[in-house]
């Protein structure tokens, strides 16, 4: 197979993936020993592929193509969530396009066109996914709301509702007033943002007539970020031991605007150093109002109803939008005397994670899951290591969530969903049914009706890893691949969905869903902020993958995957992957010219191996314990960089370069050696690659395997390399270090003096340490370094006579004197060296500066005083080479 001239990723791609499905490598291989299983964090039907999702399933995929390369029996099961609110709202608003909404079409025809949307538009991202690579096993798609998901939704909740674990009764919900619909604690995010604390005067209601200034005489001055819910409060609370209301606890108020009369109760759960030491208490509107009013036993008045606006109850402000009646509120009680002041405030506002439309607080009747004893044993089985968190840093907020946990509310007021499966006949007979009943179970009742509301979204995803292996049968699929192997997901769903993972796990199959769950960070921009579209940061990786290729985004994710950190994402990272894979592809098809007539063999012994021989074998075994112990860890970044600096620095720019002599030479022998070690390099380079860059490394791979002794019909079934400890050779390692650091000194110097490449040069190489000078008396070290930097001569050793005039450089190990007469024009390199001088010594003044200034070192971050620091080390150090070469110039 011959390779194209220059690489192209759309080319290289096309053909793998469609023979990849069709030799059904996606699925378990039978004999495969042990298995490893991955289920897929479902994202939305309303999804397209994002840069979360790209990461998410990138992950995945090397996690599953390392463990299909060991020879397990490996799964990644796909599949798409019914996304409930969301995917609902999408279809609602093409009907609003239409002039209609769901109530105008009922529920059984509004389904209908859920599912039609569904049916055009659902898989999108599925698609989307096997463009990025993912090896998943498609045979095995699901949906949650597919009727193998859709029988282990209902079985669980009927065994969940006989225990006496699932329950209703009013509660304090948060409503989104835009979705119509209850949300779980975890389903609200908490934005910081600007607002006002309002002073509201409430008189006693035995104070008598206003004064002259019409403000009341005696009055409790109660503080309110939200003065809309006041015409609701039936108390206002202090605490008891706050001595400023101790006399006032069990007088009467007169609720300013309503003229209604309300006590002065006392209550712990005030807190006197907020406000004034006063708080309103709305039962029917606040969360800790709620639980103050069931201890006093206060009535609810309920001011805002499910729809946002005022009730009938708000008096003259029924019908009001909520903040138009804040408005109209804080002027009335201006008008009044009623408003002592208006102070700014930073407060934490709740949104609905789906609409961003602000949350309410309502008591409502809802479905509610019992939590505490699920929670205990899913908190249990992180202790004891049945579950292991990667990185280890969020067990303890994971536990803490759990050890604190409120029952779960689990009813959604919308129709897109899993239906409760309780039933009510015409007796007021309540039951649960896994299948539709034909009578009551109670009294034989026909007369039947179903629960209006669906199920929290999060309900059915709870059951995921259960469910798309078949449960509630026991299926072979269960038994072979449950427990699964890995969660990957990010931190965001850590309690939405993880957490209820592990107990529905724990409670219908007695053990953990996954052994592992592997915590990756959220992706953002390159100054660190998340991706959003009001930002117009977002980066398409779709886009990307089309203008670097799908193996440099890959490779580009995976290397910014940092255990514990965001990752800060830019063209420049796409950029150097893409130039990655342009590397490889130029080495393998040098070597692939350079095969003519070779034939498939053995690595040769020992004694036919030179020092670079040795030392790039050397490296590849420490290279395949790095990425093995690197990807076993969940530390893609780690394994990405080693591969990075094994190909890209040893392989290609020193041994490559090496090779080049024998393999244009005329020794046959010498040819062979590095034919056989450059097939064997490349061929264990791309299988430690491969699943980080499936497509290019299997592009190479066909293109090697006529030259290998051993071969597989695809890089995805290739044998993970194992390192061979008997090819370690530390000495090698040594050597060639020097070699490296030499070398790399000399053209660094060569380059900066503007020493013309075809020049050959002297170099000194003086005060050197002991084991530098017990190394450079090796033949093949002197040669490499004559050689790799066009020398004349190399000579070494403190005998060595400086030069008159000399050019000077340090390595680690020694410094490197290179005589300049002749080589340099004099006057022109003092005049350059001059020029860096006053540079180095203005930036070090500066530096200098910023780290005197007592506010830079109080208020920079740790990590930046230490990075100053550190630079200023390294200008000293420049500095002090630059004089030593204005010395040897003079």
């Given at each position: 197979?011959?390779?194209?001239?220059?690489?192209n990723?759309?080319?290289?791609?096309?053909?793998?993936?469609?023979?990849?499905?069709q030799?059904?490598?996606?699925?378990?291989?039978?004999?495969?020993?042990?298995?490893?299983?991955?289920?897929?964090?479902?994202p939305?039907?309303?999804?397209?592929?994002?840069?979360?999702?790209?990461?998410?399933?990138?992950?995945?995929?090397?996690?599953?193509?390392?463990?299909?390369?060991?020879g397990?029996?490996?799964?990644?099961?796909?599949?798409?969530?019914?996304?409930?609110?969301?995917?609902?709202?999408?279809?609602?608003?093409?009907?609003?396009?239409?002039?209609?909404?769901?109530?105008?079409?009922?529920?059984?025809?509004?389904?209908?066109?859920?599912?039609?949307?569904?049916?055009?538009?659902?898989?999108?991202?599925?698609m989307?996914?096997?463009r990025l690579?993912?090896?998943?096993?498609?045979?095995?798609?699901?949906?949650?709301?597919?009727?193998q998901?859709?029988?282990?939704?209902?079985?669980?909740?009927?065994?969940?509702?006989?225990?006496?674990?699932?329950?209703?009764?009013?509660?304090?919900?948060?409503?989104?007033?835009?979705?119509?619909?209850?949300?779980?604690d975890?389903?609200?995010?908490?934005?910081?943002?600007?607002?006002?604390?309002?002073?509201i005067?409430?008189?006693?209601?035995?104070?008598?007539?206003p004064?002259?200034?019409?403000?009341?005489?005696?009055?409790?001055?109660?503080?309110?970020?939200?003065?809309?819910?006041?015409?609701?409060?039936?108390?206002?609370?202090?605490?008891?031991?706050?001595?400023?209301?101790?006399?006032?606890?069990?007088?009467?108020?007169?609720?300013?605007?309503?003229?209604?009369?309300?006590?002065?109760?006392?209550?712990?759960?005030?807190?006197?150093?907020?406000?004034?030491?006063?708080?309103k208490?709305?039962?029917?509107?606040?969360?800790?109002?709620?639980?103050?009013?069931?201890?006093?036993?206060?009535p609810?008045?309920?001011?805002?109803?499910?729809?946002?606006?005022?009730?009938?109850?708000a008096?003259?402000?029924?019908?009001?939008?909520?903040?138009?009646?804040?408005?109209?509120?804080?002027?009335?009680?201006?008008?009044?005397?009623?408003?002592e002041?208006?102070?700014?405030?930073?407060?934490?506002?709740?949104?609905?994670y789906?609409?961003?439309?602000?949350?309410?607080?309502?008591?409502?009747?809802?479905w509610?899951?019992?939590?505490?004893?699920?929670?205990?044993?899913?908190?249990?089985?992180?202790?004891?290591?049945?579950?292991?968190?990667?990185?280890?840093?969020?067990?303890?907020?994971?536990?803490n969530?759990?050890?604190?946990?409120?029952?779960?509310?689990?009813?959604?007021?919308?129709?897109?969903?899993?239906?409760?499966p309780?039933?009510?006949?015409?007796?007021?007979?309540?039951?649960?049914?896994?299948?539709?009943?034909?009578?009551?179970?109670?009294?034989g009742?026909?007369?039947?009706?179903?629960?209006?509301?669906?199920?929290?979204?999060?309900?059915?995803?709870?059951?995921?890893?259960?469910?798309?292996?078949?449960?509630?049968?026991?299926t072979?699929?269960?038994?072979?691949?449950?427990?699964?192997?890995?969660l990957?997901?990010?931190?965001?769903?850590?309690?939405?969905?993880?957490?209820?993972?592990?107990?529905?796990?724990?409670?219908?199959?007695n053990?953990?869903?996954?052994?592992?769950?592997?915590?990756?960070?959220?992706?953002?921009?390159?100054?660190?902020?998340?991706?959003?579209?009001?930002l117009?940061?977002?980066?398409?990786?779709?886009?990307?993958?089309?203008?670097?290729?799908?193996?440099?985004?890959?490779?580009?994710?995976a290397?910014?995957?940092?255990?514990?950190?965001?990752?800060?994402?830019?063209?420049?990272?796409?950029?150097?992957?893409?130039?990655?894979?342009?590397?490889l592809?130029?080495?393998?098809?040098?070597?692939l010219?350079?095969?003519?007539?070779?034939?498939?063999?053995?690595?040769?012994?020992?004694?036919?191996?030179?020092?670079?021989?040795r030392?790039?074998l050397?490296?590849?075994?420490?290279?395949?314990?790095r990425?093995?112990?690197?990807?076993?860890?969940?530390?893609?970044?780690?394994?990405?960089?080693?591969?990075?600096?094994?190909?890209?620095?040893?392989?290609?720019?020193?041994?490559?370069?090496i090779?080049?002599?024998?393999?244009t030479?005329?020794d046959?022998?010498?040819?062979?050696?590095?034919?056989?070690?450059?097939v064997?390099?490349?061929?264990?380079?791309?299988?430690l690659?491969?699943?980080?860059?499936?497509?290019?490394?299997?592009?190479?791979?066909?293109?090697?395997?006529?030259?290998?002794?051993?071969?597989?019909?695809?890089?995805?079934?290739?044998?993970?390399?194992?390192?061979?400890?008997?090819?370690?050779?530390?000495?090698?390692k040594?050597?060639?270090?020097?070699?490296?650091?030499?070398?790399?000194?000399?053209?660094t110097?060569?380059?900066?003096?503007?020493i013309?490449?075809?020049?050959?040069?002297d170099?000194?190489?003086?005060?050197?340490?002991?084991?530098?000078?017990?190394?450079?008396?090796?033949?093949d070290?002197?040669?490499?370094?004559?050689?790799?930097?066009?020398?004349?001569?190399?000579?070494?050793?403190?005998?060595?006579?400086?030069?008159?005039?000399?050019?000077?450089?340090?390595f680690?190990?020694?410094?490197?004197?290179?005589?300049?007469?002749?080589?340099v024009?004099?006057?022109?390199?003092?005049?350059?060296?001059?020029?860096?001088?006053g540079?180095?010594?203005?930036?070090?003044?500066?530096?200098?500066?910023a780290?005197?200034?007592?506010?830079?070192?109080?208020?920079?971050?740790?990590?930046?005083?230490?990075?100053?620091?550190?630079?200023?080390?390294?200008?000293?150090?420049?500095?002090?080479?630059?004089?030593r070469?204005?010395?040897?110039?003079?």
């Amino acid at each position: 197979m011959e390779l194209d001239k220059t690489y192209n990723p759309e080319t290289a791609e096309a053909p793998w993936y469609a023979q990849w499905e069709q030799k059904a490598y996606f699925q378990p291989n039978p004999q495969g020993k042990g298995a490893y299983a991955i289920v897929i964090p479902p994202p939305n039907v309303t999804g397209s592929l994002h840069m979360g999702h790209a990461l998410n399933n990138t992950l995945q995929d090397i996690l599953i193509r390392l463990h299909r390369m060991m020879g397990e029996k490996t799964v990644w099961v796909p599949g798409t969530d019914h996304g409930g609110i969301a995917t609902q709202n999408v279809v609602e608003k093409l009907l609003r396009a239409e002039k209609k909404t769901r109530f105008d079409l009922g529920r059984e025809k509004f389904l209908g066109r859920m599912w039609e949307w569904r049916r055009e538009s659902g898989d999108t991202i599925l698609m989307q996914l096997k463009r990025l690579g993912a090896s998943c096993d498609w045979s095995r798609t699901r949906f949650t709301m597919d009727e193998q998901c859709s029988r282990a939704v209902r079985q669980a909740f009927v065994t969940l509702f006989k225990k006496g674990l699932i329950y209703r009764g009013p509660r304090m919900v948060n409503w989104c007033p835009r979705c119509m619909t209850a949300l779980a604690d975890i389903e609200v995010e908490h934005e910081e943002r600007a607002g006002h604390l309002w002073y509201i005067r409430y008189p006693f209601a035995e104070s008598g007539s206003p004064a002259a200034n019409g403000k009341p005489k005696m009055t409790i001055v109660v503080a309110t970020t939200r003065p809309e819910t006041m015409l609701g409060d039936t108390a206002v609370a202090v605490n008891p031991e706050d001595e400023r209301y101790k006399p006032y606890i069990g007088k009467t108020l007169k609720l300013p605007l309503m003229n209604r009369e309300i006590p002065v109760i006392a209550d712990d759960a005030v807190e006197s150093a907020f406000g004034t030491g006063a708080v309103k208490v709305t039962p029917a509107h606040d969360p800790t109002d709620f639980e103050i009013g069931e201890r006093h036993k206060l009535p609810h008045v309920v001011v805002i109803g499910f729809d946002g606006k005022m009730t009938a109850q708000a008096g003259a402000y029924a019908g009001l939008d909520r903040f138009e009646a804040r408005k109209k509120i804080i002027e009335d009680l201006e008008s009044q005397g009623l408003l002592e002041k208006t102070e700014d405030y930073r407060l934490s506002v709740a949104v609905c994670y789906r609409c961003q439309t602000i949350i309410e607080p309502l008591v409502s009747e809802q479905w509610f899951m019992t939590m505490k004893d699920l929670a205990a044993r899913a908190a249990e089985a992180t202790r004891d290591g049945r579950v292991k968190i990667f990185p280890s840093s969020w067990e303890k907020p994971y536990t803490n969530w759990l050890d604190n946990i409120r029952d779960w509310c689990i009813s959604r007021q919308i129709w897109w969903g899993h239906r409760i499966p309780v039933y009510t006949c015409d007796q007021k007979h309540v039951f649960a049914a896994v299948e539709t009943p034909s009578q009551c179970e109670t009294c034989g009742s026909k007369t039947l009706k179903q629960d209006d509301d669906v199920l929290d979204t999060w309900f059915s995803s709870a059951l995921w890893p259960i469910s798309v292996f078949g449960w509630p049968d026991e299926t072979q699929d269960l038994k072979t691949f449950y427990p699964t192997s890995v969660l990957v997901t990010g931190h965001e769903i850590l309690y939405l969905w993880v957490a209820r993972m592990v107990m529905m796990g724990l409670e219908f199959r007695n053990d953990v869903p996954f052994r592992h769950v592997y915590i990756h960070g959220i992706v953002r921009d390159k100054q660190g902020k998340k991706m959003s579209k009001s930002l117009g940061n977002v980066i398409d990786p779709l886009e990307k993958m089309a203008q670097f290729g799908t193996d440099a985004l890959r490779f580009s994710l995976a290397e910014s995957s940092i255990p514990g950190r965001d990752l800060h994402l830019a063209d420049d990272s796409f950029k150097k992957a893409r130039n990655f894979a342009n590397k490889l592809w130029n080495a393998s098809r040098f070597v692939l010219m350079n095969l003519e007539g070779f034939s498939p063999r053995s690595l040769p012994p020992a004694t036919k191996l030179g020092l670079a021989d040795r030392w790039i074998l050397h490296e590849l075994q420490s290279t395949i314990e790095r990425v093995s112990e690197s990807l076993s860890t969940y530390n893609p970044a780690d394994a990405s960089r080693a591969l990075y600096e094994f190909i890209w620095n040893s392989l290609c720019d020193w041994y490559l370069e090496i090779s080049k002599v024998a393999l244009t030479g005329s020794d046959k022998a010498a040819r062979e050696v590095k034919q056989t070690l450059l097939v064997h390099l490349l061929d264990q380079s791309l299988a430690l690659l491969h699943p980080v860059m499936p497509y290019e490394t299997e592009a190479l791979y066909q293109a090697f395997k006529p030259y290998l002794m051993t071969s597989v019909d695809s890089i995805m079934i290739h044998p993970w390399p194992r390192s061979d400890k008997a090819l370690l050779d530390q000495t090698a390692k040594d050597k060639m270090t020097l070699v490296q650091d030499v070398v790399t000194a000399i053209r660094t110097l060569r380059s900066e003096a503007v020493i013309p490449p075809g020049l050959k040069i002297d170099c000194h190489l003086r005060n050197l340490d002991s084991k530098t000078s017990e190394i450079i008396e090796d033949p093949d070290v002197h040669e490499f370094i004559c050689s790799l930097s066009r020398l004349n001569s190399l000579t070494a050793g403190i005998s060595t006579p400086l030069p008159t005039e000399y050019l000077f450089t340090v390595f680690n190990g020694g410094e490197i004197y290179v005589p300049s007469k002749g080589v340099v024009d004099k006057d022109k390199e003092k005049a350059r060296l001059l020029k860096n001088q006053g540079a180095l010594e203005q930036m070090l003044s500066r530096g200098k500066i910023a780290l005197e200034n007592p506010d830079f070192l109080k208020h920079a971050p740790p990590e930046e005083v230490e990075n100053r620091k550190q630079t200023l080390v390294q200008i000293q150090k420049k500095l002090q080479s630059l004089q030593r070469n204005l010395e040897g110039l003079s």
